[in-house]
């Protein structure tokens, strides 16, 4: 017989897209709400007391005034860079070179990339994180660890072996037609198995040479249903590299367009200093950009225009860049994308925030229709949220006006204490 767990507490619903309509009309908050699970999926979601009548047979796990809420997304990581987060001091080009590089040369030991992948997802579930979209390295056994790991911890991931061959050291370096047969392979090894989903990866254009693009390009043709995820126009100083390199481009998006690597379910990392027609572009053709606040703030990449991307209609996902993030905490990261809205003169209100880590990344990813809200039918990812997780967090949570600042709170001064439970595919995590 399959067990039936009910959760309670304060429960967070969405019915619509807070950035673009009113998040009062959009968001709001159940005081006294529960979510039925049963194999794997959330089977209700209503009022706690009328829950409790109709399932007398659930096992209840009672969480108080604490908040359910889908499990985190995050749509932009980098998870061999797991041991290096946070280094210190430099901007993009000398973080690879200095950091990421030389990191990621050492997951060419398999048992050694499986510990990173292990490592890197406990510490999300940590933060509450159950979904990620991922960059491996160059070596198709790092798409198998990160899978892998998951796998073994019922998560959701999307992942894709990240395909470099030029202006990378000899030993992360692949060709046009290793990439193409490599990521072919994986594709058909794990892609669409279980929770896992592939993502074809070009890092960006500096390092993969149009060959190589050409030949993700006719890949991504053959397997339209994988993402196809990189980096654009995340510095001035890259943008001006990707200028001398494709100087018959008309933009950065241009590279990547001019090989048909474009289209609704690409996905475009930080996107920050952004042409007129590539706005127009990714308006055009639905693709989805990543907000990576911390990243940008950290390596001093600049400043996101939400509102601008926003108002195009542009789909957005938020996410913590590890490992030039600096932090795996996607509350830390909603404080960080907050911050950046002040500076722009746009802050974003609470449910804005947590409608970006949630369902707003869920829908860049084009897993909407199986994460990101407390909807029946949906797989059963829930984090529950302390809003009184530390004595600072409590003395201000006392004195709110409503749950919205205490929520406001625990964003922006939250961390892994502030998750008091998680629940992965329907399972409470240990």
Known sequence: MTKTNLLLGQTLHFSGNPMTTSWEDTVRIDSAGGVLVAAGK???????????????????????????????VDAHVHYP?????????????????SYTFPEEMRLADPDYAARIAGRYLDLTLD??????????????????????????????????????DRNAPEGLRDTAQSAYDDSKTLIERWHGKGRAGYAITPRFTPTSTP????????????????????????????????????????????TYEEHGLIGERALFGHAIHLEPRELDRLAETGAAVVHCPTSNTFIGSGLFDMAKLASRQIPVGLATD???????????TMAAAY????????PLHAAQLIWLATAGS???????????????GLEADITVLDLASTPAIEQRSANANSVWDRLFAT????????VQSVWVNGQKRP
């Open 322 to 332: 590890t490992g030039g993030g600096s932090s795996f905490s996607m509350l830390r």
């Open 127 to 164: 933060h509450g994180t159950t979904t990620v979209c991922s960059f491996a390295t160059v070596a198709p056994h790092s798409v198998d660890a990160i899978f892998t790991a998951a796998a073994q911890r019922g998560q959701r991931v999307v992942a894709g072996k990240t395909c470099m």
């Open 411 to 418: 964003i922006m001064m939250g961390d892994d204490r502030a």
């Open 211 to 254: 060959d190589q693009l050409a030949a993700l390009g006719a890949l991504w043709a053959e397997h339209p249903d994988c993402l196809m995820q990189t980096h654009l126009s995340e510095q001035l100083d890259e943008i001006a590299w990707v200028r001398d390199l494709v100087p018959s481009a008309r933009d950065y998006l241009d």
């Open 42 to 72: 959330i089977i209700a979601v209503g009022p706690a007391s009328a829950l409790r009548s109709a399932h007398p047979e659930a096992t209840v796990h009672d969480y108080g005034d604490a908040l359910l809420c889908p499990g985190f």
């Open 81 to 97: 860079q797991t041991a290096i987060i946070a280094s210190w001091g430099k901007r993009l080009i000398d973080w690879l070179n």
């Open 362 to 376: 869920a829908r860049s990813l084009h897993l909407h229709d199986k994460i990101g809200s407390l909807t029946p």
């Open 339 to 346: 911050e950046i809205g002040q500076l722009r003169g746009t």
